[in-house]
């Protein structure tokens, strides 16, 4: 089966983002293709690369990022979501006149359409938080 996931909260605070990832690698691992991540809402904040994690905190920015490198899965953020939180990449930043991006490598910003692709082309949309 093909799978796209939302991810709606941020990656820490609640639970459902680490679900989300520990679903991701569970659903590669089983054989099953992942197309995208979308993540929305507060759910951008898995896409920052200016966290810090603190003693045995898991880093789910970075994980999510290792996933897409290693399984070629497509990690969006809401462009909309994401810059109100000031999660940036490196054309937004030009645009803005802001000398740094805060896009983590593996993401990529763009619009609902994404979304609306997923839900075309895979079998299922997992929804976490929200």
């Not at 940036?88 to 896009?103: E, F, K, M, T, W």
Request: overall charge negative; proline content about 2%; hydrophobic content about 45%.
């Amino acid at each position: 089966m093909i799978f796209a996931l939302l991810v709606h909260d941020a990656p820490v605070g609640r639970h459902s983002s680490q679900a989300a990832y520990r679903f991701a690698h569970e659903l590669l691992a089983s054989g099953h293709a992942l197309f995208r991540v979308f993540f929305f809402a507060d759910g951008v904040h898995n896409s920052t690369r200016l966290n810090i994690s603190q003693g045995n905190e898991t880093d789910l920015p970075l994980l999510w990022s290792r996933l897409a490198a290693e399984h070629g899965v497509d990690l969006v953020s809401c462009v909309g979501s994401a810059l109100r939180r000031g999660i940036i990449d490196p054309v937004q930043a030009r645009q803005h006149g802001i000398d740094a991006a805060s896009l983590r490598e593996g993401f990529e910003l763009s619009g609902l359409g994404q979304l609306v692709e997923a839900s075309i082309r895979c079998d299922r949309i997992v929804v976490f938080g929200g």
